[in-house]
């Protein structure tokens, strides 16, 4: 029979004697993670490979520190990387709803802003001042007074003309016109016109008609001359403004002379304040249509002059890290702001503002996938901006709405950055198994372990980590004790004697609730007994579930029996997790017996509230049974076997060495004691396997039993190779060294029968048969009987159908 565990065996302690320090006030700051050899390696690796398709995806469960590792390193690793250069939008004059996207060296792009804004501003006071000046106003008033000459002599020598031929020039609606007139001057009226004979009306026509033409010559000419004046006007003005532009643009022409594409926009600008000069010219203020209401002055926009900062690494030091807590589309890729003036919403591309992949863009780009997958078209977009290796600003719902309008499309800027996803393992797996893009353009895994070994090492390097969160956060410093318990807890974490957890947002918690036990205790220090409070209270807070569970079994609500003996029925154990806190849950599993052939029946299956593995475990006991008792002839036999008062799912294997006991006690008729429960899995052949949660499962059966007062005779068993799992709660380990609880590791099933009835299980012979009066002897002796009953229950119904044949008649007993 299979010996209890020793306390020694059920809890590592930390010998304070290992870790050489009074308390973490003395130890210096730890550089680096502790525990992700593993992961860094990897990190360090995507980060160094440049190829396309080589970003990044950081695995590992929630606390592992995944974010504070990348961002540590990215930090370090990009100071010491090449700025990126700087980007800005300017007007495309050729295309105004397409922004042109000029790259400058990192800095110059404010430079090229205050630039263009001062050149705005002398030119706005310049020009003016050239058309001011004595120079400008005799060439303008020389042409003007030309045209004018010209225009009084064509007309002149016309006036003339009609004025002898007894006409005039006079104005009308629709112009010049020629009329005839009297010795005194005035018009001839149409009734006067009517009285004249017909000779002269058709001279005065003659003649009229004659002027009216030459006068439509003279308005030619003269509209001619007009477009002369305007050209030579226009192109005077040009002449003048372009003393006052032209150098200023070639001064920044020869200040950007290595960048041809902002000598370009530059030669596009001169051209575009030459055709435009009346902007620069002093606006005289339009009198209101409304005498009362005063309209505010309406102030020229130079605004297609200006310079859009887009992008500037000025300040950066080394390569951008950019970490985005909110990817939304438009937080990634920009957006194009408006501003609303008299009611109407407007834009221009000074409102094109960078999104988090501009500013990341020659550098690293940090993101949850989690909440990348929360914000529509975010991650598509991503993928396709990484494949493409160009950043574009659109519209995403411009394809979802009835009627297009139009919008700005800023010029695609070219995309260098490593990208680094941060996530949990599920996560990773789902989008490399389903999403081939995934695979192309995230080729390297981080992944982050989530328990380290436990050596002196990494005990120092624990006491280390709670030296630094002390002191960054003004906590009391740990003494030995108080560390000791610290990675005790590390381990219980770990589920594991020789592991520690490398989940430190959960050390850190308990590392900042432990300081609050110790700074309400009056300490100077935390010790501890401050950590063990800590934990306490954790626990307080969290099960109430578990207390509610537990008030039931004592009102025999849920029945649980912890003493006697009964055949068919054993304590099961199962772990229900609340999320923030995990507890184990006694549980009856029974099994019923009897003459038939339906074989083992698992209830949960049949009721649907039995999951795969669970199913798999009934189909292992069906073949144990099958391997142990029917060597030598079949066995016929119909059984149940259920968890009594379940209402909800269950899954898992962990139940099937409790499950074979109950079924083995029903067959033989032998009483299971119910001062014990089980946990375990096993194979074909008998063999114990581990199963999770093994700390948890035994401290609920020990609750239990301590409530209901512990008399020596309680107790669990276990698989054996689930002892180094063991970081029991100190309250179990007491009372395992005061004998009134025990824990029993075994290795063969057998073991577990022998502890929960008090009798051999029995070895089986070389002939297939057991030692009589063993267990296994008892449960042969039972299959025999129900195989014999079986047998002659077949032999009755033959006799039965031989009988009914015989008194038929004979035509009926004849074949067909």
């Not at 304590?571 to 017996?593: E, H, M, Q």
């Amino acid at each position: 029979m299979s010996e209890p565990l020793k306390p020694d065996e059920l809890f590592r302690c930390c010998e304070i004697a290992a870790l050489d320090f009074g308390t973490t006030d003395e130890l210096k700051d730890l550089m680096g993670t502790i525990g992700q050899e593993k992961a860094l390696r990897s990190l360090d690796f995507g980060l160094s490979l440049n190829s396309q398709g080589f970003n990044i995806f950081a695995m590992g469960e929630d606390g592992t520190g995944k974010m504070r590792t990348v961002k540590t390193l990215l930090s370090e690793r990009a100071s010491g990387e090449k700025i990126p250069p700087d980007w800005c939008y300017v007007y495309n004059f050729k295309n105004p709803d397409y922004p042109l996207a000029i790259s400058l060296e990192p800095g110059k792009g404010a430079m090229f802003q205050n630039d263009m804004n001062e050149l705005v501003a002398t030119l706005r006071d310049e020009i003016p001042k050239s058309f001011d000046s004595k120079e400008y106003g005799k060439q303008r008033g020389r042409i003007i007074e030309e045209f004018q000459q010209k225009q009084k002599d064509l007309f002149a020598g016309l006036e003339e003309e009609a004025r002898s031929k007894g006409f005039a020039i006079r104005k009308a609606v629709s112009g010049l016109l020629i009329v005839p007139v009297k010795k005194n001057n005035e018009p001839l009226t149409e009734e006067e016109f009517a009285e004249l004979d017909d000779k002269t009306k058709k001279r005065v026509e003659e003649v009229g008609k004659s002027l009216q033409e030459k006068l439509d010559d003279v308005v030619r000419a003269v509209r001619e001359a007009e477009k002369l004046v305007k050209e030579m006007l226009s192109r005077l003005e040009r002449e003048i403004a372009l003393g006052s532009v032209g150098h200023l643009i070639e001064d920044l022409k020869k200040k950007h002379s290595n960048n041809e594409k902002i000598t370009d926009y530059l030669g596009m600008v001169q051209e575009d304040i030459l055709a435009n000069l009346e902007d620069f010219k002093p606006a005289e203020e339009q009198p209101s249509q409304l005498p009362f209401l005063r309209m505010p002055k309406q102030e020229l926009s130079f605004v297609r002059y200006a310079v859009n900062d887009f992008v500037n690494n000025g300040e950066t030091k080394g390569a951008p890290v950019i970490f985005e807590s909110n990817p939304t589309y438009l937080n990634l890729f920009g957006r194009t702001e408006y501003k609303v003036q008299y009611g109407m919403a407007t834009t221009d591309f000074s409102l094109i503002k960078p999104g988090a992949l501009h500013k990341a863009n020659g550098g690293y780009l940090v993101l949850n996938v989690m909440d990348l997958f929360k914000n529509i078209f975010s991650y598509d977009a991503l993928k396709r901006a990484l494949r493409t290796k160009e950043l574009k600003m659109e519209d995403v719902w411009e394809q979802y709405r009835l009627v297009s309008t139009a919008g700005m499309k800023p010029e695609a800027l070219p995309l260098d950055i490593k990208v680094v996803l941060i996530g949990i393992p599920y996560v990773y797996y789902v989008l490399y198994n389903m999403d081939d893009e995934f695979r192309e353009l995230f080729k390297v895994k981080a992944d982050f372990d989530n328990r380290m070994p436990r050596t002196k090492e990494n005990m120092i390097k624990y006491a280390i980590f709670v030296s630094g969160l002390q002191k960054d956060e003004k906590l009391l410093p740990f003494d030995r004790g108080g560390v000791a318990k610290i990675i005790e807890y590390g381990s219980r974490l770990a589920g594991h004697q020789e592991k520690l957890s490398t989940q430190f947002s959960h050390v850190a918690d308990l590392v900042r609730e432990s300081h609050y036990w110790a700074n309400k205790a009056g300490s100077d220090v935390v010790m501890g007994l401050h950590v063990v409070k800590a934990l306490d209270e954790k626990i307080l807070r969290s099960n109430r579930i578990e207390e509610r569970i537990r008030e039931a079994t004592l009102e025999d609500t849920l029945i649980v029996n912890t003493a006697g003996e009964k055949v068919g029925q054993v304590n099961g154990l199962a772990v229900l997790s609340l999320g923030d806190y995990d507890f184990g849950k006694p549980s009856r599993i029974t099994a019923r017996t009897y003459i038939g052939k339906a074989g083992v029946v698992n209830i949960e299956r049949e009721t649907k509230m039995s999951g795969k593995i669970h199913e798999k475990a009934i189909m292992i006991i069906t073949s144990y049974l099958g391997s142990r008792y029917a060597t030598r002839k079949p066995i016929s036999l119909s059984a149940s076997i259920t968890f009594e008062q379940l209402y909800e799912m269950i899954e898992g294997d962990s139940a099937t060495c409790a499950e074979l006991y109950a079924l083995l006690s029903s067959i033989a008729g032998i009483p299971l004691k119910q001062s014990y429960a089980v946990t375990g899995s096993m194979d074909q052949n008998g063999e114990v396997q581990p199963i999770g949660g093994v700390n948890e499962k035994i401290e609920g059966f020990f609750e239990l039993c301590k409530y209901r007062g512990l008399d020596g005779s309680h107790g669990v068993i276990i698989p054996r190779r689930n002892v180094k799992n063991l970081m029991i709660r100190q309250e179990v380990v007491d009372a395992v060294k005061e004998g009134k609880f025990f824990i029993y590791p075994i290795d063969k099933v057998e073991e577990g029968l022998e502890i929960l009835t008090g009798r051999q299980a029995g070895e089986m012979s070389d002939d297939g048969t057991y030692p009589e009066g063993t267990i296994n002897w008892h449960v042969m002796k039972r299959l025999g009987e129900i195989a014999e009953a079986m047998e002659k229950k077949k032999d009755q119904e033959r006799e039965t159908l031989n009988s009914t044949v015989a008194h038929k008649p004979e035509s009926e007993q004849k074949p067909d």
